[in-house]
């Protein structure tokens, strides 16, 4: 069993994805890393059926992953990159949700629910509304709620982005159990940690597929992670740093003053500086 991409182009005002063609197979954690805005988010909503790709098709088993609706096939979940909390529920009402909406009974939804918080060592903030959790536990939250259900397709999108090294490392462990029992698992990541954790990974860059990468060697490479990414660098990632401006104490004017703060989100797509 395996979850295709088929030709998979995706345009809107330009063209987001630009004929992907892969595989993602049961039994596996794969990895698609790319920079910001490179098609990951749009890739795995294609692959989960909330929207229809422009030409090509996303398929699992055989079967359409675009069922007309936008509403995907009950064999996936998803891990939203921003969640999809509802944030006047309780953590524990947001999972049990997601298991009454697939037909399970409220008691045994609400226990199920229990013992997903537990896996993320959050059972203790079941009780809690979720606009009052922080950034980290409301991912632990949405991770609870997309492994609770025993999806064949799990899709994770950033799911470890605002987590320490520690939960990072749990969550790595629990996407594995999923994978063990059979599931697809796929996991867009910014983190070459991540990438390591998994057995196959791809790069998007720009809406293209930048390689196709076979399972990870460690022993081939010392940082196989940073050699892929670096590979799928786009040429922009090779200039120079900008140094940061110098900026003079402003005068007390009054006027507000704009002060525009280097974006470092892709720090991780760099080139380490070799002037050293
Ligand atoms: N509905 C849309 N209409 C136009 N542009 C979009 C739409 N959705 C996403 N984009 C753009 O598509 C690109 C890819 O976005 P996304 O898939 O979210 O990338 P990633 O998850 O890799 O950061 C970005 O430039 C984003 O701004
Ligand atoms: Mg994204």
Redesign the pocket.
């Known amino acids: 069993m395996s979850l295709k991409l088929d030709h998979v182009t995706y345009v809107?005002?330009r063209t987001?994805l630009d004929d992907v063609d892969l595989e993602f197979k049961a039994g596996e954690l794969t990895a698609l890393s790319?920079p910001?805005?490179?098609?990951?988010?749009?890739?795995l909503s294609i692959a989960g059926g909330l929207v229809e790709a422009t030409s090509g098709t996303a398929s699992y088993a055989g079967e359409s992953m675009w069922q007309g609706t936008g509403d995907p096939r009950p064999e996936v979940s998803f891990v939203l990159q921003v969640y999809g909390l509802v944030p006047i529920l309780s953590a524990r009402e947001n999972v049990s949700v997601a298991l009454r909406a697939r037909g399970v009974k409220p008691a045994d939804a609400d226990e199920r629910a229990e013992a997903a918080l537990a896996r993320f060592h959050i059972a203790d903030l079941g009780d809690r509304q979720v606009e009052e959790l922080s950034g980290g536990q409301m991912q632990r939250v949405a991770l609870a709620r997309g492994l609770c259900v025993d999806a064949q397709v799990l899709l994770a999108d950033e799911p470890t982005s605002e987590l320490d090294e520690g939960n990072r490392g749990l969550v790595l462990a629990e996407l594995r159990k999923e994978a063990d029992r059979g599931a697809v698992v796929v996991v867009?990541t910014h983190d070459p940690a991540v990438v390591d954790a998994c057995d196959r990974h791809y790069v998007?860059d720009e809406g293209k597929l930048v390689d196709h990468i076979e399972p990870i060697d460690l022993h081939h490479f010392d940082h196989p992670e940073r050699r892929i990414i670096e590979e799928a660098a786009p040429p922009h990632f090779d200039e120079e740093v900008a140094p940061e401006p110098v900026t003079e104490p402003a005068e007390p004017t009054g006027e507000p003053v704009l002060v525009e703060t280097p974006a470092d989100a892709d720090a991780a797509f760099r080139r380490p500086s070799t002037d050293s």
């Not at 910001?36 to 890739?43: A, D, I, N, Q, R």
């Open positions: 809107v005002s987001l790319g910001s805005g490179s098609g990951k988010t749009t890739l867009a998007l």
